[in-house]
């Protein structure tokens, strides 16, 4: 199946199958249909003690979903390039990089109405990024580069403001 006439992004065209809504949705149609083949969560994935495949990279490489291979594919990704740090990791560089990797977000709003609730939540967002990494860990998760961390902070710094005077300070 080729990349011009399935795409490559967060849908594509699937020329025949059949499609579920969210983990659960396609975890339970693939355990219910001999045969079948899914995309879920990686941590859905080992909780429901799924079957996985290798798949094959943007190098040539075949290569196992597991934490490291999402951290290299997050580690090798031009975030400083990305606006507002947005981006899908569908085949990103390197040897050990998993082919299709996903990122949550949170949205901030640059103009802030209360600069101490604005602290209060880029301090909470702060300690997660600085010590939440253990937890993601446990959760099956992989932690934010810290190179990313350092370029987020720095837009929180210029960026994020409450009658406009910045918000956040190191």
């Known amino acids: 199946m080729r990349k011009e006439k399935v795409g490559a992004d967060k849908a594509v065209a699937w020329p ?13 149609y ?4 001999d045969g079948s083949i ?3 969560e990686y941590a859905y994935a080992l909780q429901n003690k799924m079957v996985t495949a290798q798949m094959k ?7 196992t979903p597991a934490i490291k291979a999402f ?6 990704a031009d975030w400083k390039n990305a606006p507002g740090y947005y981006m899908v990791f ?6 050990e990089s998993w082919p299709i990797t996903g990122a949550s977000f949170i949205l901030v709003h640059k103009e802030q109405p209360d600069a101490a609730h604005a602290r209060a ?24 580069p810290a ?20 918000v956040w300070q190191k």
């Open 16 to 28: 025949a199958g059949v499609g579920a809504k969210g983990n659960e949705g396609v975890a339970a």
């Open 30 to 33: 693939v355990q219910r249909v």
């Open 38 to 40: 899914g995309y879920v």
């Open 57 to 63: 990279n943007s190098t040539g490489k075949f290569v």
């Open 71 to 76: 951290q290299v594919a997050a580690a090798n």
């Open 90 to 95: 569908v085949d990103q560089p390197g040897d």
């Open 121 to 144: 939540m880029l301090a909470f967002f702060d300690w997660s990024f600085r010590h939440g990494a253990d937890i993601a860990t446990e959760l099956d998760y992989v932690r934010l």
């Open 147 to 166: 190179n990313v961390y350092e370029m987020v902070e720095e837009t929180w710094l210029k960026d994020v403001t409450a009658s406009g005077k910045p």
